[in-house]
């Protein structure tokens, strides 16, 4: 079983110290089942690919144990499977865990790359493969193997070669291959307990929550184990009460009256556009939704958002169990993340993303463009966001701190721009920025709106 893991961008050689694994000779390391060797078939400037070579000896786990013919004789020593997790554990425990002695911004940087599993086993299909990698933001290329083309009677294979290409943090690579590919094998070497949840959770950090096959990852990770499941499901859920939601920055933005202004000013750049179908990412506790529902203009609302809390808020704030029919289908919410391809995103004429994108990791933000302006793709995108500039102006706001203890960063209005304009070079959207709350002649606004339109 081979795994190989190539990047483009120069140097590409900087791949070694990420891994921790010098690209100028081969190593091997032994392992409870076999051996794993790591080499580099290719090392240049302008690419680098390192590959984990496994040796699983299937007569070495089980002798000794009065075993079958069918233990001895199997597809582990080929396929990929949780053999492969506890290797990249084993292996590049400090890639995985994101740490990098030599080159510590590396670690934390999004490099282009690419992954190649030379054999995945997925009986439940490409369709369920594609499903698992794609809403990560992975381009993903699918061959399937025949098991005997003389053989008609012996059905699908569930054998694939695999590749997986994006901009991504090599620690994210990894994690996402740790849990995905016993997930796609549906089966583990070894007993699964309680601790196997504390892996999930670990390793799913940061990209489970929202991932749009959540259950059945959790499922088939813990063997179908219900309790343990159930278990990790539960804490997957957001522990935020949603009643205190955003309080912070509401309280800080109080006296401009910011959270009022910022809903009309929405409303007014969708109906200029004449989006009549608006979907809310990340709605929290649906105070737009509500706005837009109470406009007639609007045919079909849908709310999405990463947590289940707030999405039960927005529930309660709409009064959605309490529609008549005939109302009930203009609305809608459900669970997602904004970092993840999901399809049920697609067909809108307008998006809107009130005071979110500064919550997301930096890193994240390759990932939330691709999603919203290369997948989902509406003709319009209404994004609000701080003004760093005007937070002096604030009173109770200590000098270089944000809004809000949960924001990542806060843009100036330069750099806004500067963001904005490369989404619109890179989709082929333009973009107008529109002022929000009392203007100061030298700060500028408290808020920055910028009003995508596919060009």
């Given at each position: 079983?081979?795994?190989?893991?190539?990047?483009?961008?120069?140097?590409?050689?900087?791949?070694?110290?990420?891994?921790?694994?010098?690209?100028?000779?081969?190593?091997?390391?032994?392992?409870?089942?076999?051996?794993?060797?790591?080499?580099?078939?290719?090392?240049?400037?302008?690419?680098?690919?390192?590959?984990?070579?496994?040796?699983?000896?299937?007569?070495?786990?089980?002798?000794?144990?009065?075993?079958?013919?069918?233990?001895?004789?199997?597809?582990?020593?080929?396929?990929?499977?949780?053999?492969?997790?506890?290797?990249?554990?084993?292996?590049?425990?400090?890639?995985?865990?994101?740490?990098?002695?030599?080159?510590?911004?590396?670690?934390?940087?999004?490099?282009?790359?690419?992954?190649?599993?030379?054999?995945?086993?997925?009986?439940?299909?490409?369709?369920?493969?594609?499903?698992?990698?794609?809403?990560?933001?992975?381009?993903?290329?699918?061959?399937?193997?025949?098991?005997?083309?003389?053989?008609?009677?012996?059905?699908?294979?569930?054998?694939?070669?695999?590749?997986?290409?994006?901009?991504?943090?090599?620690?994210?690579?990894?994690?996402?291959?740790?849990?995905?590919?016993p997930v796609l094998d549906d089966d583990?070497?070894?007993?699964?307990?309680?601790?196997?949840?504390?892996?999930?959770?670990?390793?799913?950090?940061?990209?489970?929550?929202?991932h749009p096959e959540k259950e059945a990852?959790?499922?088939?990770?813990?063997?179908?184990?219900?309790?343990?499941?159930?278990?990790?499901?539960?804490?997957?859920?957001?522990?935020?009460?949603?009643?205190?939601?955003?309080?912070?920055?509401?309280?800080?933005?109080?006296?401009?009256?910011?959270?009022?202004?910022?809903?009309?000013?929405?409303?007014?750049?969708?109906?200029?556009?004449?989006?009549?179908?608006?979907?809310?990412?990340?709605?929290?506790?649906?105070?737009?939704?509500?706005?837009?529902?109470?406009?007639?203009?609007?045919?079909?609302?849908?709310?999405?958002?990463?947590?289940?809390?707030?999405?039960?808020?927005?529930?309660?704030?709409?009064?959605?169990?309490?529609?008549?029919?005939?109302?009930?289908?203009?609305?809608?919410?459900?669970?997602?993340?904004?970092?993840?391809?999901?399809?049920?995103?697609?067909?809108f004429d307008a998006a809107t993303l009130?005071?979110?994108?500064?919550?997301?990791?930096?890193?994240?933000?390759?990932?939330?463009?691709?999603?919203?302006?290369?997948?989902?793709?509406?003709?319009?995108?209404?994004?609000?966001?701080?003004?760093?500039?005007?937070?002096?102006?604030?009173?109770?706001?200590?000098?270089?701190?944000?809004?809000?203890?949960?924001?990542?960063?806060?843009?100036?209005?330069?750099?806004?721009?500067?963001?904005?304009?490369?989404?619109?070079?890179?989709?082929?959207?333009?973009?107008?920025?529109?002022?929000?709350?009392?203007?100061?002649?030298?700060?500028?606004?408290?808020?920055?709106?910028?009003?995508?339109?596919?060009?």
């Open positions: 079983m081979i795994l190989t893991i190539t990047n483009e961008l120069a140097p590409a050689t900087d791949l070694g110290y990420l891994l921790h694994k010098n690209p100028g000779r081969a190593q091997v390391f032994d392992l409870p089942f076999g051996r794993a060797h790591v080499f580099y078939p290719e090392s240049s400037p302008e690419r680098c690919t390192a590959a984990l070579l496994l040796e699983v000896d299937p007569v070495g786990l089980v002798r000794g144990r009065g075993s079958t013919l069918g233990q001895y004789v199997n597809d582990r020593p080929y396929a990929a499977s949780s053999f492969l997790s506890v290797a990249i554990s084993r292996v590049f425990g400090s890639a995985l865990s994101g740490k990098s002695r030599d080159r510590p911004e590396l670690a934390t940087t999004a490099l282009p790359l690419r992954a190649r599993l030379a054999v995945v086993p997925c009986r439940s299909g490409e369709d369920f493969l594609r499903r698992l990698f794609e809403p990560l933001g992975y381009e993903v290329s699918v061959e399937a193997h025949a098991l005997d083309e003389t053989v008609p009677d012996w059905g699908e294979s569930p054998y694939f070669t695999v590749e997986i290409s994006g901009l991504v943090r090599l620690r994210d690579l990894l994690s996402h291959l740790y849990v995905l590919v583990k070497h070894y007993w699964v307990g309680d601790d196997e949840v504390e892996k999930l959770l670990r390793r799913g950090e940061g990209w489970l929550t929202g990852i959790t499922a088939r990770y813990l063997k179908h184990q219900r309790s343990l499941a159930r278990d990790a499901l539960e804490r997957l859920v957001e522990d935020e009460d949603p009643e205190v939601h955003d309080r912070e920055e509401e309280a800080v933005e109080e006296k401009a009256r910011l959270s009022g202004q910022r809903v009309g000013a929405v409303l007014a750049a969708l109906k200029g556009a004449g989006a009549r179908r608006v979907i809310d990412l990340g709605c929290g506790e649906g105070k737009l939704l509500r706005a837009l529902f109470e406009d007639r203009g609007f045919g079909e609302i849908v709310g999405m958002d990463v947590s289940h809390r707030l999405l039960e808020a927005a529930r309660r704030r709409l009064r959605l169990d309490e529609l008549p029919d005939n109302q009930r289908g203009r609305l809608g919410l459900f669970q997602g993340s904004l970092t993840y391809r999901d399809e049920r995103l697609s067909g009130v005071e979110v994108v500064e919550h997301l990791d930096p890193h994240r933000l390759a990932a939330f463009e691709r999603v919203v302006f290369e997948f989902a793709r509406p003709r319009t995108v209404v994004l609000t966001t701080p003004n760093a500039e005007y937070n002096p102006l604030f009173e109770g706001l200590p000098a270089g701190e944000f809004r809000h203890r949960d924001h990542s960063f806060e843009w100036t209005r330069e750099e806004f721009r500067a963001w904005a304009g490369g989404v619109c070079g890179r989709h082929g959207y333009a973009v107008r920025f529109v002022p929000v709350g009392p203007e100061d002649p030298r700060l500028g606004a408290p808020t920055q709106m910028g009003v995508f339109e596919v060009a």
